[in-house]
């Protein structure tokens, strides 16, 4: 399979403090992207890596790509409770469609 | 900007009864459009996808179909339901270039009972 596994598949931290999940596919990208999903929600698209890049960041999030161990990380920081969610990385191959991995359910404690 | 619907927001049908979802996307055109369904606190398992009017790809052999008469319009069916079918279903759509950001709906809770 191609899908792509999160690591924690749980991660409960104090609010204010930093979260890292992980992720590892097993064939060549195109792209990785992370989406976060609230409870009962749709996903929403977070953020975005090609590739060619190695770091890229949006406001709180930090995103990792190592191409030569298969692995990107999204480290949340500084974070609140508003950002309790599942986060999952789906990986891009060059068609039109993407691979979810499994998901890190995160949970911020006030 | 763009926006997606679907509904019904919740079902619950029986066994054996047909089913249809709808989605649809407003504010772009020639849309890639995609269902999912996810399973209780899992991942998603893509359904179906369609690059244009008609166009269908079938990714899980099943008792399910799908089909896009308009441009911007995706439907997901049943004619017989099975338990094995509950789930949350979500309809998802992106632009039809590189590199494929998805853009998801409020999803459909299904219990089949």
């Known amino acids: 399979s191609q899908q792509g596994e999160e690591d924690p598949q749980a991660l409960s931290i104090q609010e204010g403090e930093n979260a890292t999940m992980n992720c590892s596919y097993k064939?060549?990208?195109?792209?990785l992207q992370w989406y976060r999903q609230n409870s009962g929600r749709g996903l929403v698209h977070l953020i975005l890596i090609r590739s060619n890049e190695r770091e890229k960041h949006s406001g709180r999030l930090r995103v990792t790509l190592d191409t030569s161990k298969k692995s990107s990380s999204l480290l949340i920081t500084a974070s609140r409770a508003a950002d309790t969610a599942s986060y999952f990385c789906?990986?891009?191959?060059?068609?039109?469609?993407?691979?979810f991995g499994t998901g890190t359910r995160l949970t911020i404690i006030p | 900007s763009q926006t997606i619907h679907q509904w019904p927001a919740t079902l619950v049908q029986p066994v054996g009864s047909p089913l249809s979802l709808e989605c649809t996307v407003e504010?772009?055109?020639?849309?890639?459009l995609y269902w999912y369904r996810q399973a209780a606190g899992r991942g998603l398992q893509l359904l179906f996808y369609?690059?244009?009017?008609?166009?269908i790809s079938s990714e899980v052999p099943q008792n399910l179909s799908a089909s896009r008469p308009q441009d911007r319009q995706f439907i997901l069916s049943s004619k017989k339901l099975l338990l094995s079918d509950s789930g949350f279903y979500l309809c998802?759509?992106?632009?039809?270039?590189?590199?494929?950001?998805?853009?998801f709906g409020p999803g459909t809770r299904l219990t089949v009972t």
């Open positions: 998802a759509w992106s632009q039809a270039r590189p590199p494929y950001e998805q853009y």
């Open positions: 789906a990986t891009n191959f060059g068609n039109e469609k993407l691979t």
């Open positions: 369609s690059v244009g009017i008609g166009q």
């Open positions: 064939t060549s990208i195109n792209n």
């Open positions: 504010g772009t055109s020639n849309p890639n």
